[in-house]
């Protein structure tokens, strides 16, 4: 198997090669060479793209260009680490809500909760956003199969070794983890990757 990729650039839709493309029942959709995703939100061949972003104007830019710094927790025996960027704010953490607080009052309790309980949650985030040093090791790679789930109504999840390239600016910052979002509704701030807007305009797809 060749090396996965995504490929794109400020005006087109995401270039996937070689990699499977998964619904979000688990059944595989497509495991084509090379397929064309809808970034803009608009197609009507969903997941695919039909050639609406060229009709419609679309413009990819990142609105909101700042990366932020990571976050470092440090606890007795674990640091969460908390990439404010990649957050899609789907909430997984919430359930530990000792450690993470709520969606509306996030905080970062490292001490709060037994290790493997922090650790379970952490990996349960699809954006990449959590992860964890545990003695001098940075955890933040976990997948071992490379696919993309297209979530219903969500973004795309993309899960294993699939490197992210930007055709025409490859000096800013992008998702070097092994999973990581993708914004398929065309309304995240922060494109390519989801910010949860999708949520906010009640994206179908
Ligand atoms: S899919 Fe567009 S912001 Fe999440």
Same mark, same amino acid.
């Given at each position: 198997m060749k090396p996965s990729q995504i490929i794109f650039s400020t005006y087109s839709p995401l270039m996937a090669v070689d990699t499977e493309l998964v619904g979000s029942d688990g059944k595989t959709v497509a495991t084509p060479r090379v397929c064309s995703l809808c970034r *803009? /939100? #608009? =197609? =009507? %061949?969903k997941p695919m793209c039909d050639g609406t972003h060229a009709q419609i104007g679309f413009v990819g830019e990142r609105e909101d260009a700042n990366k932020p710094e990571l976050e470092y927790y440090r606890g007795k025996d674990i640091t969460i680490v908390y990439d404010r960027y990649l *957050? %899609? /704010?789907? /909430?997984? *953490? /919430? #359930?530990?809500e000792p450690v993470f607080?709520?969606? !509306?009052q996030p905080k970062y309790e490292? !001490?709060?909760?037994p290790v493997e309980e922090i650790i379970a949650t952490i990996k349960? *985030?699809? =954006? +990449?956003?959590l992860s964890y040093i545990v003695g001098d090791e940075h955890y933040k790679n976990y997948y071992s199969q490379t696919k993309i789930v297209v979530e219903k109504d969500g973004p795309l999840l993309c899960q294993g070794k699939i490197t992210l390239i930007d055709d025409q600016d490859s000096d800013s910052f992008l998702p070097d983890g092994d999973h990581y979002t993708l914004c398929r509704?065309? +309304? =995240?701030?922060?494109k390519p990757v989801c910010d949860g807007s999708h949520e906010e305009i009640d994206f179908k797809g």
């Open positions: *803009c /939100g #608009e =197609s =009507s %061949m *957050c %899609m /704010g789907i /909430g997984y *953490c /919430g #359930e530990l607080g709520t969606h !509306d490292p !001490d709060a909760a349960k *985030c699809p =954006s +990449g956003a509704c065309g +309304g =995240s701030k922060k």
